[in-house]
């Protein structure tokens, strides 16, 4: 067997399926949607393997303990071999909630308002604990899943959650070949300077703790290289985007994920979905259709999006009555306060616009708030502007769906700060998201551009996403382990 061949052993906190109880009470897997889960099964069915997960519904749990924690799942191409890791509820809500959501996620979006928060405290240093106490499990459970593997595997861990388990699984297995991903952007040194040192710290060695990083875009691994020059004992070459620590080297890579394009044009193709476009297009009238398609979430600007599109209103009162923006919300992170805050300024937000500008044969804003992959990609195919306007956006799929599902040479307003701009940026019209006002003048360039330019630009971006499949990016990252294992090997 070559390395290349060498099985999978896949680590991230959520996992390909969560298992739910149906109308008799039965527990069923239902697949989780998103292009890391689908990008991920690719990898698997190529190379066999098995992958790590953690716990996150009742029903996951029930089945972790009932089958021992290992099962195998009859996926669309082929088994996949799950372990769902079994943590308590409590220990599970400090890592996953406290800090894998509460800080992780917040330092590398830019979230926090300076001012007055974060306060690190008391409350802090037991999220921590139990965040490094999950993370040795994890890379616990993954040194066996890999001693059960036919041939030496290689492995890959996913995302903020799991930081600390290249480092881990270092000390475990001292010779393994170890890639981590990153799949939100990374904050840059000085934000990072936000953290307790401590935690600083321990997240930027648990990270070289890999062999390689990976990450969506070049300003987020030139982002990791800036804050690893602050770690003692660190050598960082950023012209090879390279660092040496303990005689070993990490070596920094740009993979940007992409989606499954073939799947989104089966799916938008279904009777189901062309049932939910006709309904749309009743819905729509005689309007040009401004979309949007997010998680419920902080970093998508989705307030700012209205306060643009109320903006776009008031300059061009020619557009009244001819334009209608629907906004698929689904709802995501209830659990956390900042998150259920948000959701009512969301709502408020697209209230006051069509309060202000609404008549009584014209609603401008709708918010369909729900979880419905399916109307998506119904919507997808209907709009003549897609809004995707985040923060701060690791890499942003909705910019790829949109313009592979759309037929009417729809065109991306697309935020500069998303790891998708650096794709697709060429044929989008860019925004910076915190610019309420150039918001709302591309909301109207992108509404009025000539029919030639916006076939133009919507050939591109799906040129652009298909020269992409999404099996190359896991494939990239098992070249990259493989050149690490042959550097190893010469040493
Ligand atoms: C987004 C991010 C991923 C992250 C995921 C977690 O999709 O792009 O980086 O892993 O959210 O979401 P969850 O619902 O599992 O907390």
Not at 214 to 222: D, I, L, T, Y
Request: proline share 6%.
């Amino acid at each position: 067997m070559t390395r290349r061949q060498a099985p999978v052993v896949i680590a991230s906190n959520r996992g390909p399926v969560a298992f739910e109880p149906d109308e008799r009470g039965v527990l069923r897997p239902h697949r989780g949607s998103g292009g890391l889960v689908t990008a991920l099964i690719g990898a698997m069915q190529r190379t066999g393997g098995h992958w790590l997960a953690a716990a996150m519904t009742d029903g996951d749990r029930e089945i972790a303990r009932r089958e021992g924690g290992r099962m195998t799942i009859e996926g669309e191409a082929g088994p996949i071999h799950l372990r769902f890791l079994d943590l308590e509820p409590e220990l599970y809500d400090r890592y996953y909630n406290g800090v894998a959501n509460g800080m992780l996620w917040f330092v590398h979006h830019y979230l926090w308002d300076t001012v007055r928060s974060p306060v690190f405290d008391e409350g802090t240093e037991e999220s921590w604990q139990a965040y490094v106490e999950v993370n040795r499990r994890f890379a616990e459970a993954l040194a066996e899943e890999g001693d059960r593997a036919p041939a030496e595997p290689v492995y890959l861990v996913q995302d903020y959650h799991l930081c600390l388990v290249p480092r881990f699984l270092r000390d475990l297995r001292p010779g393994a070949l170890i890639a981590h991903f990153s799949h939100t952007p990374i904050a840059g040194p000085t934000y990072m300077r936000i953290l307790p040192i401590r935690i600083r710290e321990a997240l930027l060695r648990g990270l070289l703790g890999a062999d390689v990083l990976g990450f969506h875009s070049p300003a987020w691994a030139e982002n990791f290289l800036m804050s690893a020059r602050g770690v003692s004992g660190v050598r960082v070459d950023l012209p090879r985007s390279r660092i040496t620590l303990e005689g070993r080297e990490v070596a920094v890579r740009v993979h940007p994920i992409s989606i499954d394009a073939a799947a989104i044009r089966r799916l938008a193709a279904t009777p189901e979905a062309q049932a939910l476009r006709r309904d749309l297009l009743r819905w729509r009238g005689d309007a040009q259709l401004l979309l949007r398609v997010d998680r419920l979430e902080l970093t998508k600007n989705i307030v700012r999006g209205f306060l643009a599109f109320g903006e776009f209103l008031r300059r061009s009162p020619e557009w009244r009555g001819r334009v209608r923006f629907l906004a698929l919300l689904s709802p995501s992170r209830q659990d956390l306060p900042e998150y259920r805050a948000y959701a009512e300024e969301c709502l408020a937000a697209a209230e006051r616009v069509n309060r202000t500008y609404g008549t009584a044969s014209w609603i401008p804003v709708e918010v369909r708030l729900r979880d419905d992959y399916l109307g998506a990609i119904a919507a997808y195919g209907l709009y003549d502007v897609l809004l995707v306007n985040p923060v701060f956006d690791g890499m942003n799929l909705v910019a790829m769906e949109g313009p592979i599902a759309n037929r009417r040479h729809g065109v991306l307003v697309l935020s500069r700060n998303a790891g998708a701009f650096g794709r697709l940026g060429r044929y989008a019209l860019g925004v910076n998201p915190f610019d309420v006002r150039e918001t709302a003048e591309r909301i109207g360039e992108a509404l009025a551009l000539p029919e030639h330019e916006r076939r133009r630009r919507a050939r591109g971006l799906s040129r652009l996403v298909l020269a992409n499949p999404p099996e190359r990016w896991v494939g990239s990252q098992l070249e990259d382990l493989e050149r690490a294992r042959r550097r190893r090997a010469a040493r």
